[in-house]
């Protein structure tokens, strides 16, 4: 049973940062009907930039939480003026143009901040340590790190500040009026422009937390380290119902738990494999995910 709730807690811990950058992918799908591949990438921007910006700082060689919270801040702030540019000079032009041309746009960005970041940062791999070092909490014969504890508690804490921009503030409301229709909400006065740079800018902003999150709980950054959270972010994504935000945290959640259950109980060499799965039996069986509705369209 000890041994179960573990494989639950390390589930919960990953499966928030999933949920982290599966709302980036999902926000932007809502708004534009665009898969943005470049938000895992953004994931191994906030990462690098947390790590050499504690490098410089110093707080990489002294590890502090107060060190490590401001390493956050300033990881968040760069990556929404990343996301900010990324909208404005690669989607933006394109926005009046087949689908098609803004995909193809986004998987171009994503190897440009891959293979990029090789360039500018280094290939590495790098030791991440900005948190200082804490005994695991123990329960009884259960174990819980404190980059667990972190990664669960700061994710969720997004997540809610996400559903109250969302649901409840004047620029939640225009995102909403903008997925239902742009044209619509451009006639009632809405700015769409600076709306949907806002939508980019803060799935950018939950990106670099994730990225944070992420080389806390493992130790290490290095420039293609964004590939495989960002695909299985994307599944997550898929899961809940793409273009849905409580489906997005909900799909990430689960993937996660799925993920460490899998890898507990068979082998750790199946755990990359059974994401993949997921998204191939979701687009089987419910391709409009598990919180997503199928709407039916007359011609």
């Known amino acids: 049973m000890i041994e179960f709730i573990q494989h639950i807690v390390n589930g919960l811990s990953v499966g928030a940062i999933y949920a982290l950058i599966a709302l980036g992918y999902t926000m932007v799908y809502g708004v534009l009907q665009l898969i943005n591949f470049a938000n895992g990438d953004v994931l191994m921007v906030g990462a690098m930039l947390g790590y050499y910006i504690g ?3 110093g707080f990489g060689a002294r590890p502090s939480y107060l060190g490590a919270a401001a390493l956050l801040v300033m990881a968040m702030v760069c990556c929404g003026v990343l996301g900010f540019f990324i909208e404005r000079f690669a989607y ?21 901040l891959e293979y990029g970041g090789q360039l500018v940062f280094h ?8 948190v200082p070092y804490t ?8 174990y819980v790190s404190a980059s667990d504890i972190i990664a669960l508690g700061l994710a969720v804490a997004l997540m809610l500040t996400l559903q109250w921009i969302v649901f409840r503030t004047r620029v939640g409301m225009a995102m909403r009026a903008i997925s239902h229709d742009p044209n619509i909400a ?37 420039p293609l380290m964004g590939l495989l959270p960002g695909l299985k972010a994307f599944v997550a994504a898929v899961l809940g119902g793409i273009g849905n935000v409580p489906g997005a945290m909900a799909g990430g959640i689960l993937l996660g738990l799925v993920e460490e259950l899998v890898a507990g109980y068979t082998s750790s060499s199946y755990r990359d494999a059974i994401a993949f799965g997921i998204l191939i039996l979701v687009l089987l069986v419910k391709p409009a ?10 011609v």
């Open 289 to 298: 995910g598990l919180f997503g509705s199928t709407a039916t369209e007359k």
């Open 123 to 130: 290939p590495g791999p790098f030791a991440f340590n900005v």
């Open 186 to 222: 451009a006639l009632m006065g809405v700015n769409t422009d600076l709306v949907i740079s806002f939508t980019f800018v803060l799935g950018a902003v939950l990106a670099s937390a994730a990225g944070m999150l992420y080389a806390t709980k493992y130790h290490r950054v290095d």
């Open 92 to 112: 933006r032009p394109l926005r009046d143009r087949p689908r098609i041309n803004a995909l193809i746009t986004a998987i171009g960005i994503s190897f440009l």
């Open 135 to 142: 005994p695991p909490l123990q329960f009884g014969g259960l």
């Open 55 to 57: 490098q410089w700082t």
